[in-house]
C-alpha cells in the first residue's frame, strides 16, 4: 500500500553511485524528492531523470534534495549517469525492500502478462521526516516542475 500525506517515510538505506550510500537520515532537515522509477536508460526513466538534473539547482535553492530509486545496479546507475549527463544521486534498491516499503512495487499488466514492477510514484518527504507529498502513477511529462511547484507551494 502506497504511503500518504502525513506518514513517516519509511527509513532506508542503500547503495548510490560511486561507492556512496545514501540513508534518509543524510536528508534530515531538508526536503526530499524521492522518485522511484522502473529502469535506467529507458524513454520515460530518461525524460524524467534529466528533467530532474535540469531542474536541480531550482530544488535545492528551496533546501531540497533529489534521489531517484529503482531495482538496477549501481553499475547500471553509474552508467546511466554518465550516458545521460545526469546530476542527480540514484540509489539501488538491490533487495527491493524500499521500494516494498513505499508501497511502489505492484502487479502490473503489459500484453496480457501480469508481472512485479515499480509503479513510477514520486514522495517529497518533508524535514521532518513525514510524507508532504505524493504523486502515484506519475506521468513523466511536465512532473519535475510539477513537483518543484508543489514544493514552492508547501514553502509559503
Known sequence: MILN?????????????NGKVVKLSDYSGKY????FYPK????????????FSDMKDHFSNHNTAI????????????????????????GADLEGKVTEDYGVWVEKKMYGKTY?????????????GKIAAVWPKVKVKDHAADVLATLQELQG
Do not use: W
Not at 500525506?5 to 553511485?17: C, L, Q, R, V, Y
Not at 530509486?69 to 546511466?80: A, G, L, T, Y
Not at 512485479?116 to 521532518?128: A, E, N, V
Open 5 to 17: 500525506i502525513g506518514d513517516k517515510a519509511p527509513d532506508f538505506t542503500m547503495p548510490a553511485e
Open 116 to 128: 512485479m514492477g515499480i509503479q513510477r510514484s514520486t514522495f517529497l518527504i518533508g524535514p521532518d
Open 67 to 90: 534521489l531517484g530509486v529503482s531495482r538496477d545496479s549501481v553499475k547500471k546507475h553509474e552508467n546511466f549517469i554518465a550516458k545521460q549527463t545526469l546530476t542527480i544521486s540514484l
Open 32 to 35: 526530499l524528492v524521492l522518485y
Open 40 to 51: 535506467d536508460n529507458t524513454p520515460g526513466c530518461t525524460i524524467e531523470a534529466k528533467d
